[in-house]
């Protein structure tokens, strides 16, 4: 545990002095949020899509914190003297996960707030509740895939396009149910408040496979590239 | 040594029954097969289009069970990879071909290229899929590496598939819009058809192990390359080398 915590504790120390979250990462999230207003061009159609948006965003942010989250291992080889410091390598998988996990849990509560703001989005009463559960929920399976991934492609050439071409597809699934889920803690006309809670059903499965897969899968990954 | 062909007397026995079969299908669905009474001549598409999924399912199946066996033996023989590599990519050809053949059929029976059904859309899933693990396989590396990297994206992407089948089912389920039409495809099929279908499967399945154990030695052949292209190489400048001294 404590591994753990201190791997977290380092990504996380790296972006608060770096700022990369906040001075890149979020601006461009926010950008897409506006872009999509403007594409659709239309407040009714908006409102309908704002659940689904948000998370499009989100993924498309993760692509971006995932590579930055492996270039600062990969740079100096320090993946290397960092698995070489603990015994066990799906500890340091948890820890990376972690420091995502942080990250990503800031940056969807800012995506949430401009939908409310952009696009006429609303919470209330007992769907708050729904809304932080599907915001967890799904970015622990974003950061557990995110964080998979990001060591499949550690040291690939052209590795900035394989990310998406991989992880994309295996987001999808995470996509659908928090997008719907979303919806209903938005108040969407189409699904109700069950069947919301039903979805972090299938977020919370997705986050516990992925999480399992990564950590038995992040050993052999690390071990064959150096 | 010198390799002109990558085929053998199991190969061409092969390849000469896959043409065999192809040219009967071809003749009895475009001629001999009535066509259907309810969907007319678009039918004769599904001789085509049922035995390409079934090939594209056969291929990543193979891909899957392929890469198990190259990490349980710890990718000591690249034998299982370079299978692995190869059914992917005729799996993905064929995929496409379903893909292709499936919406030129809906365009004539439903009336839309694409509907956003449970088995269409995890199959655009699957696609997708495989192309990422092709293009990990294109990255010009150590085979071993290659190996070991591949084996994990087809090992995750057999998890992946029944994760995105179900959330679609479940999304499609949970949505209330009515379908626009009857999407019910079934077909009711007289024994000749059925027969046709069935050599379809057979004439693809020969035709996929033959291009399997092709591609799966042309591999072979492009990693022994890279040797004894580099030792070849060695060799060269040395002898530039011992002449420029003796010079």
């Not at chain 1, 990462?25 to 009714?44: G, I, N, R, T, W």
């Not at chain 1, 159609?45 to 498309?60: N, P, S, T």
């Not at chain 2, 990558?6 to 026995?13: A, E, H, M």
């Not at chain 2, 193979?62 to 299982?80: D, E, Q, Y």
Request: hydrophobic share 55%.
């Amino acid at each position: 545990m404590n591994t753990i915590v201190a791997v977290a504790k380092k990504d996380l120390r790296i972006e608060w002095r770096t700022r990369t979250l906040l001075a890149r990462v979020v601006p461009f999230a926010l950008l897409v949020l506006v872009l999509f207003a403007v594409a659709l061009d239309s407040e009714a159609l908006l409102l309908r899509a704002a659940a689904g948006l948000v998370w499009m965003a989100m993924l498309f942010s993760t692509m971006l914190v995932v590579q930055r989250a492996f270039d600062i291992e990969t740079s100096d080889a320090a993946m290397d003297s960092l698995l070489a410091c603990t015994a066990q390598p799906s500890r340091v998988f948890y820890g990376k996960a972690l420091s995502l996990f942080v990250q990503l849990f800031a940056l969807a509560a800012v995506l949430v707030t401009a939908a409310v703001v952009l696009y006429g989005a609303s919470v209330n009463g007992n769907r708050v509740v729904l809304l932080v559960t599907v915001v967890v929920t799904a970015t622990g399976g974003l950061a557990t895939v995110g964080t998979l991934y990001g060591a499949v492609v550690a040291n690939m050439t052209g590795r900035d396009s394989l990310l998406p071409l991989l992880a994309l597809p295996v987001l999808a699934p995470l996509l659908i149910a928090a997008s719907r889920a979303t919806e209903a803690a938005f108040g969407s006309q189409t699904i109700d408040l069950a069947n919301g809670w039903a979805w972090v059903g299938v977020l919370v499965v997705y986050a516990i496979v992925f999480g399992s897969a990564g950590a038995a899968a992040f050993s052999p990954l690390t071990e064959s590239d150096s | 040594m010198t390799v002109s062909s990558t085929g053998t007397p199991t190969t061409r026995v092969i390849g000469g029954l896959a043409l065999l079969i192809t040219g009967w299908v071809v003749v009895s669905a475009f001629f001999i097969t009535p066509a259907d009474s309810v969907q007319g001549d678009s039918v004769r598409i599904m001789y085509a289009h049922v035995p390409t999924a079934w090939i594209a399912y056969l291929a990543f199946v193979t891909t899957a069970i392929a890469s198990g066996f190259s990490v349980a033996r710890r990718h000591r023989t690249l034998g299982f990879d370079r299978v692995a590599g190869a059914s992917a990519e005729v799996g993905v050809l064929f995929m496409a071909m379903t893909l292709i053949t499936g919406s030129l059929w809906g365009r004539l029976t439903w009336g839309t290229f694409w509907q956003w059904d449970p088995r269409l859309t995890t199959t655009l899933f699957l696609f997708v899929t495989y192309v990422g693990y092709l293009a990990v396989r294109r990255i010009d590396t150590d085979p071993r590496q290659r190996a070991s990297r591949s084996s994990v994206i087809a090992l995750l992407a057999v998890l992946e598939i029944p994760l995105v089948h179900f959330s679609v089912v479940l999304w499609r389920s949970l949505h209330q819009e009515a379908s626009v039409l009857n999407t019910d495809g079934d077909v009711r099929l007289d024994g000749l058809m059925l027969f046709t279908l069935f050599s379809g499967v057979v004439a693809f399945t020969l035709i996929f192990v033959w291009l399997v154990i092709h591609r799966q030695r042309l591999t072979t052949l492009s990693d022994l390359e890279r040797v004894v292209g580099l030792d070849a190489a060695i060799t060269a400048r040395r002898a530039e080398n011992s002449a420029g001294v003796t010079a």
